[in-house]
């Protein structure tokens, strides 16, 4: 439909002095490429403001700090400030547990989650499509309904102060999300390859690991750095269950500090930049996953 | 059933384990836990005391604390999702010029996406600073001016939240491109040789075209506005801002479970977000037969 009537134009418009058209184009083009580029340009500065300030600051000695003028590069430049605030909480034991508690969620999420789409996505069973939308329904439920009778189910296990509230979900299912995503994933998978598998003999867990799983890395990679994220990120979870300082992650340690009085600000933008720097390393090592994951949960969702 | 019927279903099941159990614990089990305690006085540590539709009663005609809550939760939901899509379909369209180094541009827009919720909520704590932060110090600086307390003023705390939120709108502007990429380039052209500026050909293709995107990210941002929580208790301390200016609905949830052990209350206003959010989303997804236009379906 579009195609003739997009043919019928472009004829009459050529044959209607398409040369001066051609150029008028070509100028509009222009304006609007440097408008945008300045706009672009503009708009980046504004949004990378934060940072360079929070790095400013983290670096200025307090008379810097708290001086009403503004001022961009510190001088002196207080390197210490990274070792005093480093020192000044157990940052090295929120560190470990931060990692600790992501390394397990990701194991657990990439585990489970993908056992259960690949139930979803490739077997066959009667209920699954019903389970499924169950799922799905499950995603719509803020977690504040959830999460109290959840906290007194963890309360009665003794699991408090543990990391187990924070981990075991992730064995369990690894949520709904990415349930969903990956199953999204395997159904593109072709029929055929599974069909041979089975014709040769192939258990289901075979397919599983050998088929399913080795096809998916793409969707899988996008778990992992989702998980990542979501798990380093995680502030209502340690906050709930996580009280002793032995414990804390680093996003509930960052926000005690900044609680308790006498916290300079100096250190508190220092811990923030550190607390930032190792997901910015993942982040440029694993962009496109980041894009490619959000793109397609934006468009299948 | 079949023994190979039935061994599907084993298998099935076998597979889904992790989840079936996963969803019964952590979803069945607490929902109809949560139904029961929301009618009831619970504090953990005596048992839970029946007390009927008491917790909602207070909720609605005794609790003003309550009542600011949604107040203040509607207000942020009401500014921030709908500046945050316009401001994020503004980004991808820039994104979508395709100007030399755009690569570039996308990772510094969505960077602070990425961003600990917990830092960047200290960070932008530091930059509204009344007396030496950065927006404040450039206002003096370069025009003279007082600026505004920010954070620490009851009539500048939501604003300031909804502007932050503006910063992180790296993950929607990415959906927006994805979904700016699909619109056929062959209905450009026919606007452009019928003589369509800009602005028309945005509003009569580009829009038109984005509108299941745009569907999706709305009820994305109404969700997240609505359960608004993490940014809130760093940047306030759990207290709610000046004068309860700050105290979103997920906020004092959270106060009323954990700070005064009004566990049935607490569940009590869980389910009344649920139906918040549920009539929101549903009220949205009515209307989107009007207003959404599948394209390719």
Redesign the interface.
């Known amino acids: 439909m579009?195609?003739g009537?997009?043919n019928g134009?472009?004829a009459a418009?050529r044959l209607l002095g398409g040369g001066r058209a051609t150029e008028a184009?070509e100028r509009v083009s222009l304006t609007?490429?440097v408008v945008?580029?300045t706009?672009?340009i503009v708009?980046?500065a504004v949004?990378?403001?934060?940072?360079a300030?929070?790095v400013s600051?983290s670096l200025k000695s307090d008379a810097q700090?708290?001086?009403?003028?503004?001022t961009w590069i510190p001088s002196p430049v207080m390197w210490s400030n990274y070792a005093e605030a480093i020192t000044a909480i157990p940052f090295f034991t929120y560190l470990r547990n931060s990692v600790t508690v992501t390394a397990l969620c990701i194991v657990g999420t990439v585990f489970?989650s993908t056992?259960?789409a690949?139930?979803?996505g490739c077997?066959?069973?009667?209920?699954?499509d019903a389970?499924f939308v169950?799922?799905l329904a499950?995603m719509?439920?803020?977690?504040?309904?959830?999460?109290?009778?959840?906290?007194?189910?963890f309360?009665r296990l003794g699991w408090v102060d543990t990391f187990a509230p924070l981990v075991v979900?992730a064995?369990?299912?690894?949520g709904a999300f990415f349930?969903f995503l990956l199953r999204q994933f395997f159904k593109t998978l072709p029929k055929d390859l599974f069909d041979a598998a089975r014709i040769d003999g192939c258990s289901?867990f075979g397919m599983?690991w050998r088929i399913a799983l080795p096809l998916s890395r793409p969707a899988v990679m996008t778990v992992v750095i989702f998980t990542l994220?979501m798990t380093?990120?995680d502030?209502?979870g340690p906050?709930?269950y996580l009280n002793s300082d032995s414990k804390k992650t680093?996003?509930?340690g960052?926000?005690a500090f900044?609680?308790e009085t006498g916290a300079e600000?100096a250190e508190?933008?220092a811990i923030?930049v550190l607390?930032?720097l190792p997901?910015?390393i993942v982040?440029f090592l694993g962009?496109r996953y980041?894009?490619e994951g959000?793109?397609l949960t934006?468009?299948k969702? | 059933?079949t023994t190979s019927?039935r061994r599907?279903?084993r298998?099935?099941?076998?597979?889904?384990l992790?989840?079936?159990?996963?969803?019964a614990?952590?979803?069945v089990?607490?929902?109809v836990?949560?139904v029961y305690?929301s009618f009831c006085r619970y504090n953990?540590i005596s048992s839970p005391v029946w007390i009927g539709l008491d917790n909602y009663r207070e909720l609605f005609f005794n609790d003003p604390v309550f009542l600011k809550a949604v107040y203040n939760t509607l207000y942020y939901t009401a500014f921030a999702v709908p500046l945050g899509l316009a401001f994020s379909i503004g980004?991808a369209m820039?994104?979508n010029?395709r100007?030399p180094g755009?690569a570039?541009?996308?990772?510094?827009?969505?960077?602070?996406s990425?961003?600990?919720?917990?830092?960047?909520a200290?960070?932008?704590l530091?930059?509204l600073n009344p007396?030496?932060g950065?927006v404040n110090?450039?206002l003096?600086?370069v025009a003279g001016i007082d600026g505004p307390g920010w954070l620490a003023d009851e009539h500048w705390s939501k604003p300031s939240l909804v502007l932050m939120s503006l910063?992180g709108l790296g993950?929607a502007m990415?959906?927006f491109?994805?979904?700016l990429s699909?619109v056929?380039q062959?209905?450009y052209?026919?606007a452009?040789?019928?003589g369509a500026g800009?602005w028309r050909t945005f509003r009569h293709v580009t829009l038109p075209m984005l509108t299941p995107?745009i569907l999706?990210?709305l009820v994305m941002g109404l969700?997240g506005a609505?359960?608004y929580?993490?940014q809130v208790?760093?940047m306030t301390?759990?207290r709610g801002g000046p004068v309860d200016s700050t105290m979103f609905y997920?906020l004092y949830?959270?106060r009323n479970?954990?700070y005064y052990l009004r566990?049935g209350y607490?569940?009590a206003?869980?389910?009344m977000?649920?139906v918040l959010?549920?009539v929101c989303?549903a009220a949205v997804f009515a209307s989107s037969r009007r207003w959404v236009y599948y394209h390719g379906e």
């Not at chain 1, 949004?47 to 940072?51: A, I, S, V």
């Open positions: 579009m195609g009537a997009v134009r472009r418009a184009r609007r490429a945008g580029y706009l672009l708009l980046s949004f990378l403001t934060p940072f300030w929070t600051t700090v708290y001086s009403l003028d503004v489970s056992l259960v690949y139930a979803f077997l066959e069973w009667p209920g699954r389970l169950l799922l499950g719509m439920l803020p977690p504040q309904v959830t999460m109290i009778p959840v906290f007194i189910l309360c979900p064995f369990l299912g690894g349930v289901a599983y994220n380093w990120n502030f209502l906050l709930v680093l996003a509930l960052l926000q900044s609680s600000q508190l933008m923030s607390m930032v997901l910015l982040f962009q980041f894009v959000i793109t934006g468009m969702g | 059933m019927e599907h279903l298998n099935g099941l076998l597979f889904a992790p989840y079936l159990i996963g969803v614990a952590f979803v089990y607490p929902l836990m949560s305690y953990i980004l820039l994104l010029l100007t755009v570039v541009f996308r990772t510094v827009f969505f960077l602070p990425i961003v600990p919720m917990v830092a960047s200290m960070l932008w530091w930059v007396e030496s950065l110090g450039l003096r600086q910063w993950t990415v959906i491109l994805a979904g699909d056929p062959a209905l052209e026919v452009r040789i019928d800009p995107t999706f990210n969700i609505f359960q929580f993490t208790y760093v301390g759990g997920a949830l959270y479970s954990f566990m607490a569940c206003m869980a389910w977000l649920f959010i549920f989303t």
